[in-house]
């Protein structure tokens, strides 16, 4: 059974820095492209990045583009995000989620239960 | 960037009703497009991708239409677990839609 689980996340300060997470299980972690997405209370649900199977290539949204930097660890079956430079908007819950399909883009097909950040001074 | 508009915002229905949620792409985006559900407090659940294939386990009164621009949610006959929100993703650029509400009557 395929299996997402994040950590790190917690009470920062504005301008902080904070890197989370997401512990994979139940699947070759090294054949999926993986994603974060976030989740602001009470609103919808923002992508954040993507990384590829082999981390050759990674992809922002605008809004985290230079601040966030996604990494993955094929080895130890884990995915990253360093998140810097942290704002009042960058409280949400994160989550991690797997590509549906190895084969081809088609969705996040499974999802970890999300970690609250919450930056405030 | 590719823009990603849902309507309505929220929907009000019985339990048995027919619904449909539409998905608006500013760009063309093919069938590069998925349906989520969720549940408060939940992590969401794929139910649609390319547009109109069915994810694993997802019943099949929910259906998925549409390419280009314009793209539809199909719940045929509401049940009970169905009173969700739902949001659309194109996977060229990944945005979602804002999400649609769907509430008892």
């Known amino acids: 059974e395929v299996y997402l689980e994040e950590s790190g996340g917690g009470l920062v300060q504005p301008g902080g820095s904070l890197r989370l997470s997401c512990a994979a299980s139940?699947?070759?972690?090294?054949?999926?492209?993986m994603h974060w997405v976030r989740q602001a209370p009470g609103k919808g649900l923002v992508w954040v990045s993507r990384?590829?199977?082999?981390?050759?290539?990674?992809s922002y949204a605008d809004s985290v583009k230079g601040r966030f930097t996604i990494s993955r660890d094929n080895a130890k079956n884990m995915l990253y995000l360093q998140l810097n430079s942290l704002r009042a908007d960058d409280t949400a819950i994160y989550y991690c989620?797997?590509?549906?399909?190895?084969?081809?883009?088609?969705?996040?097909?499974?999802w970890g239960q999300g970690t609250l950040v919450t930056v405030s001074s | 960037d590719i823009q990603m508009t849902q309507s309505p915002s929220t929907l009000y229905a019985s339990v048995g009703d027919g619904v449909a949620i539409t998905c608006r792409a500013s760009?063309?985006?093919?069938?590069?497009l998925a349906w989520y559900q969720q549940k408060p407090g939940k992590a969401p659940k794929l139910l649609i991708y390319?547009?109109?294939n069915l994810g694993s386990g997802v019943p099949s009164r929910f259906s998925g239409s549409g390419s280009g621009t314009e793209f539809t949610l199909t719940i045929s006959s509401l049940q009970p677990d169905d009173f969700a929100t739902y949001y659309c993703?194109?996977?060229?650029?990944?945005?979602f839609g804002q999400g649609t509400t769907v509430e008892i009557k």
């Open positions: 390319k547009a109109s």
């Open positions: 993703q194109q996977y060229n650029s990944y945005s």
């Open positions: 989620a797997r590509e549906r399909s190895f084969l081809e883009v088609t969705g996040l097909g499974h």
């Open positions: 990384i590829n199977s082999d981390a050759s290539g990674t």
């Open positions: 760009h063309s985006i093919s069938n590069w």
């Open positions: 139940g699947f070759t972690f090294s054949n999926y492209w």
